[in-house]
C-alpha cells in the first residue's frame, strides 16, 4: 500500500491568483497522476507526473495551467494557474501500488 | 477511447436493503476492473478484478466481472447508513498506467 499526503485540504481563492497543491508519498513511486473532480462529475486525469522528465497531459488541460514538478521518486506538485470560478473543483493526487491506485486526502478548491 | 459507464446514477434505498451496482466498459486491452467508495472527497479502493466469474467479497458487498459482456456489478447487503456514498468503476487497460473513471453512483440509505 501507499500513505499519501496532500495538502492543502481546502483553499478559497481569489480568482486570477495561483494555487500549488503537494503530495508526499511514504513511499518511492515512478508515477503520480494528478486528477479533477467538477461538483457532481467523476475524475478526470489531469497529467502524469514522471520523476525527471515532464509530466505527460491529457486531452484539454496544458502545461500553462496546470505546471507539474516532480522534483524526486516520493514528492509532486500541481499548481492551478490563473483561477476562474470554473476551476472549482476537488484535486486528487494519486499513485498505485501492486496495480492499486491509492489517492491522497483531496483537495476542495473554491474560486471566487 | 476508454468508456466506463455506470448505473444507476443514483439511488436511495432504507436500511437492510440490498443495492446492486452497474459498471460497463469498453477498453482495448483490458487489464483490470477497480471499484472505489468516496465519501467525502479521497476514494478508497474496495476490490480490483481482473478475471471473469470469480467474485470478491469483503463484509457485506461483493463484486463480480463478466469480461465476455463487458460489465461488472457491485452488490452492498444489509446496507447501513454509513454506505451512503459515491461508488466508483475505474478501467485499465494494459500497457496504460491510467485509470478511466464511470461517473459514478451516489447511493443515499436511509435510517
Known amino acids: 500500500s501507499a500513505v499519501i499526503s496532500q495538502k492543502p485540504s481546502r483553499d478559497i481563492c481569489q480568482r486570477g491568483t495561483s494555487l500549488t497543491i503537494q503530495c508526499q508519498v511514504d513511499s518511492q513511486v515512478t508515477m503520480m497522476f494528478w486528477y479533477r473532480q467538477q461538483p457532481g462529475q467523476s475524475l478526470t486525469l489531469i497529467a502524469t507526473a514522471n520523476q525527471g522528465s515532464e509530466a505527460t497531459y491529457e486531452s484539454g488541460f496544458v502545461i500553462d495551467k496546470f505546471p507539474i514538478s516532480r522534483p524526486n521518486l516520493t514528492f509532486s506538485t500541481l499548481t492551478v494557474s490563473n483561477m476562474s470560478p470554473e476551476d472549482s473543483s476537488i484535486y486528487l493526487c494519486?499513485?498505485?501500488?501492486?496495480?492499486?491506485?491509492?489517492f491522497g486526502q483531496g483537495t476542495r478548491l473554491t474560486v471566487v | 477511447e476508454d468508456k466506463v459507464v455506470q448505473s444507476p446514477l443514483s439511488l436511495v434505498v432504507h436500511e437492510g436493503d440490498t443495492v446492486t451496482l452497474n459498471c460497463s466498459y469498453e477498453v482495448t486491452n483490458f487489464r483490470s476492473l477497480l471499484w472505489y467508495k468516496q465519501e467525502k472527497k479521497a476514494p478508497t479502493f474496495l476490490f480490483m478484478l481482473t478475471s471473469s466469474g470469480i467474485e470478491k467479497k469483503s463484509g457485506r458487498l461483493s463484486s463480480i466481472l463478466d469480461k465476455k459482456e463487458l460489465f461488472s456489478i457491485l452488490n452492498i447487503t444489509a446496507t447501513q447508513t454509513g454506505d451512503s456514498a459515491i461508488y466508483l468503476c475505474a478501467v485499465e487497460a494494459i500497457g496504460d498506467y491510467k485509470l478511466s473513471f464511470g461517473a459514478g453512483t451516489t447511493v443515499t440509505v436511509r435510517a
Open positions: 494519486s499513485v498505485k501500488a501492486a496495480s492499486e491506485a491509492f
